[in-house]
Each structure stands twice: as structure tokens, then as C-alpha cells.
């Protein structure tokens, strides 16, 4: 892996000055994926809050090409572009190696713009798809995705006097990408850097389609301080309620193994959006929450182990 | 030039060999799903130099041409119908972008109920997206058409994108004789693509698809509107030069006996053709029945229509579709909006809902009723049973 020193001399993709909210975990998701990079990049990114902070017009905060098109179709945009950096190659018109990067968020990816990615993935596009997921639509407000846990409160599905916040469990889209059998999928999150920068590195390395779903602490829809946000990737992983894995070529590799997998209890009440959870009468719904997350964990175990 | 017996589908996957743009990306759908079947076996048999993309939606063959274009390809798609209806959101983004993608679109009614014949509803449903939209009467036109397209979609007045249509099954499906250029001397005349930037460019970045908020929105959408006036010129520059190279001019639309006619029909795609017989007919009884054949309907042509039609008293305008707005089809409203302040008598005909067929005998009783136009209804519905 690329050491700080190195990394310090790369181009910045991103210029400070941004409308991001302080302590928004993907200034830094897009920052070291494409840092990672040796080779130039070019950015595609859905409708979102990556988007609408980065690019207000007349301003823009992108030093490489960027692209955004809509909500639902980053994938299929980068895959045109991709297409069309192959023709312009076999013509000898281009002769740049270049690495081509979407970024979207979890609505854009687990939801709206499922189809275009899987679509993308099937394909085999040399790209790269970065889901920088924050568990919620955050840009209109929070409301609930397909991301969302069980049991947080989102505008959308809200927790009240007789519902408790999100009623299904999350869909897991990184397994629904390794059943793609990608080259490459792996799970990530801010607050583990270094995890991150390697995973961002293997997957430039690898020729074909590649997808990262890296877990993005949003201070504001899951409301927490915001100078926290590192340390709310961290819980969320040394709780194992975003285990930090890759799968290449079909091989699991667990890439953290807390040496004392913290109780689930201590990210849920670490964050506004379950506080709800924590009400006497909720305590069952606590156990089946850390249940599903233990038996996520042991599934990923068996999974490693049969590797 | 080599005449060849080709079905509208067949020329225009023919054009678009000669054309060989650098990306396609398009998916199969009833009654386009030849020209994407067709290029794909050119691209199987290495015949083309393009880079194709086989979508899994037509949002994302769309989404795939706009961000292609962003390179500066010269890129290419086509569809149908729902496949049009699901690219719908991503048409204006085209046009907002400056992105000339063509599209080889084959009229076919909207769903519902589901129907899979010829009627122009699915067209006119995005005609104010911002693209160009020529229409066609029979796979001569639609090749030629296509040629064209791209010549003027990339012109630096206009750099918006293009539709031509055929009309589905009527032209998609029939075969006809058509004329076909060498290759190379359709090459020529398409010409070479040139693009103010690429974002494959990366030593000078751009950022593509800012977010625009109040203080730009309006500003960024002027030049489009002001590409759509200047694209008239650059499509009549485009149809002469065409016809000046090889023999078969076009213009904004055609005058069939149009000069003296009393009575006149506007009319879109393949049922000039048939207009033509039922006119010829009419003219060897003496009277006055004449056509003016749209090709072009965005940019709309207005002025030149009126103009055209300023001696004829008595017109029916023929729309394949309706407007849901309780005052006829959108051909009607326009040519009416273009004609205010004339002295003409102006009704509509809506007819070929879901590819009903339309007849020599009923556009000749269209002729007849013109003949007392004042008392007949603004809006009539032709070929449905009662």
C-alpha cells in the first residue's frame, strides 16, 4: 500500500471549500478511493449528496473529469463513457491509461439505481463502483432505503407510538455483487483508512468490473456529533455491524477480526436514530437486532473459512 | 449509389454501418428490435469499428449515449415506444448537455393498452425535450433522414440531439426500394465529429451535470432554445447540400400539388404516401386537393408552414395521436398556432390509433368533408367505430 508521504503527493479529486456538512464521511471516501489511484480518473456520481455539495454551479469542486447524469443511472454512465474510451483506444485516439470511478450513495445504488448496476456489473465494464453508503436517503432528509437497519427511525418509515423505526432487516448488496462473481467486491468504511486505501488500490489493479460498498457515518440523519464520524466507522465494524471483508474472484478475506467484537448496543446508542430502541418495552428487539448481526458474522466466518 | 430492395429497419442499420459511430448502446423492443439485432451482427462481423453496448433498459442504453458523449463520440441508439417512454427522463439531460446522440426511433403506440403498431403517440410524448425530431414516409427517407441527422445534430450551431422516425411496422417492416450510398461517399458527407471538449481529457477536467439552481437554470436553457432556431437553417443547408450530392433535395416538408390546391391536408410519416393516391384521385376529378408532407417537427417550422399553406382556404390537419387536452393532436395545435391571423378554415383528424389502418377511400372523404368545413367539428376521430 501507498504510504502517507505518497498519497500526500497525489492529486486532491476534490477541492476544499465543498458544501458537504462538517464531519460528512464521503469527502473522505472519495478522497482516498481515488488517491489511490496512480493513473488519472475520471468520476461519475449519481443524484445525491455527493452531487448537489460538490458541483453548485458556477462552482465545482472536482479537479478530475466529472460527470453526473441522474439518480438512477451512474453505472450505466460510467459504462458508456468506459465504452467510449475503448473505441477511442482501439483508434489510437487516446492513448492515457485512465481508471473510471461512480460514486453513489445507498439510494442510488441499493434502490433506484439497482438495475443500472447490476446491468453495468453483468457487462464487465473496467470501472469501478463506489457505494458510499449512509444508511438512508440523507440528501432529501433521511428517509428510509434498502440499506436502512432494522430499527432506525428515517422520516419515511419513522418510529412512533406503535412502530419502532425500519420493520425489514438491511439488503445485503455487497453478497448480491459477489453473486455477480465480480473480480472484486469489498466492504469498507471510513475510520479504517489504511482498510480502505488497499482495498481502493486492489481494485484499480483488477481488470473488470469491481464494486466497494463502503459505510459512510452521516453525522446529521444518524445524529451524532460530528466529530465522530471515524469513530462511528470503527464501532461499526468492531461491532461487526459492518464486518470489513473482500471477496476476489470468489474468495472470502476477512480484512478485520475485532479481537472483542463490541456489543451492537454500543453503536445503536451512540446515534439519535435508535434511541427509540432503548425504551424498556424495546429491549427484545435489541436482542434480535444483535442476533442478526451475529449470525451475519458467522455466515461471513464459514464463508472465510471455506476459502 | 446501389439500389437495393431493404426494409426501413434494414436501411437504417445500413446507416448507421456507414455512419460507424463510436459507441452504441441500445436494447430490443418491437418494432426497432431489428436495427439493434442488424448493427449487432455488423459489430459481431467486425464491419464496424464501434464500441456496442447491450443495456439491460433502455433508461440505461439512454444513460450509457449521454455518458459517451460527454467523451465527444459520436454515438448512436434506437428504440420504440416504451423503450422511448423509459428513456424520457434522461431525453432533456441530452439536450441540457449539448450531446448530438441519434436515435433511430420506430412510432409505435404507447401502452395501454399495450399495442405494438404504428401510431405516433410515443414521439410526440417527448417533443419538448429539446430534440430534433424528423419524420419519414417511407425507408428511402429514413435512410436518408439518418444520414443527415448526424451532420446536423453536430453542426456547432445546433449540438442537440436528433430523432428520426419511421413509422412502425408501415416502414420498419415493408420492403422497398431504396437507394443506398457507397460508403465512403455517405463517410463524406456525415464528415468527422469535432467536440469542444472530452472529460477523457484529463489534463483539462470539466465537470458535466452541475447542479443548477435558480440564478442559471433559465440562462443554461436559452442557448438551447436559441440552437433549436438556428438548427432550421443548418437542416436546410443539410437538405440541399444532400440533394445538391445526390439528386433527392429536402427542406422543412414537402409540397404535394400544394400551389393551387382548395383543399389541403398536413400530414406526418407514411400516410403521405397513401395521401398521395387518394390526391391524385381527387385531381383527375377536378378538384383542388393538395398535401404539405411535415418532415420536421421540433424544431416546428411555423413560419415556413403558414407561408405554404397562406392560399389554401380550407385545411384538415392529420395528427396519429391525440393530446389528451379535449382539443385534438399536437400536429393540429401547432399548424392552428402557426396559421392565427389566417384566413383559413382549420380542422383536425385523428386517425391510426394503435396502427388502425388509414385508406385511400377515407382520406378522400377527408378531402370531401373540407369541402364544408364550416360545418364540421374542430376535431374529428377517422377509421373508429362509433
Known sequence: MAGLKDLSKRKDPLTGGHRACSGCGFPQIVRMVC??????????????CLEVTTTIFPYSAWTTPFVHNAFENAAATLSGIEAAYNAFTRKGKVSKKINFVAFGGDGGTYDIGFQSLSGAMERGHNLLYVCYDNNAYMNTGV??????PRGANTTTEPAGKVKQGKSRFRKDLTEIMVAHRLPYVAQATVGYWADLIRKAEKAFATPGPKFMNVLQPCRLGWAYPPAETFAMGRLAADTCFWPLYEVENGKYKITLKPREKKPAVDFFKAQERFRHLF???????LEELQKEIDQRWEELLAKEAKA | MVTLAKTGNEVMAEAMRQIDPDVVAAYPITPATEVVMIFAQFVADGLVGTEYIPVESEHSAMSACVGAATTGARVMTGTSSQGLALMYEILPIASALRLPIIMCEVNRALSGPINIHCDHSDTMGCRDFGWLQIFSENAQEAYDNVIQAVRI????????????????FIISHCMEKVEVLEDKVAKDYVGEKKSPYSVLDVDKPVTIGALDLTDY???????VIQAMKDARQVILEAGKDFGKRFGRPYGFFEKYKLDDAEFAIVALGSTCGTARVAIDELREKGIKAGMLKLRLFRPFPAEEIAEALSQVPN??????????NAQGGPVFTEVRSAMYNRNAKIINYVYGLGGRDINVAQIKEVFCQLGRADKMPMVNYLGVRE
Open chain 2, 315 to 324: 385545411i384538415a390537419v392529420l395528427d396519429r395521436s391525440d393530446s389528451f
Open chain 2, 217 to 223: 437554470y433559465f440562462e443554461h436553457k436559452m442557448p
Open chain 2, 153 to 168: 445534430a453536430e453542426d456547432p450551431r445546433v449540438m442537440l440531439p436528433t430523432m428520426v422516425t419511421t413509422d412502425g
Open chain 1, 143 to 148: 428517509q428510509r432505503s434498502g440499506a436502512t
Open chain 1, 35 to 48: 488517491m489511490a489511484s496512480t493513473d488519472p480518473v475520471v468520476v461519475v456520481s449519481a443524484t445525491g
Open chain 1, 279 to 285: 425504551k424498556p418495552n424495546n429491549a427484545g428487539l
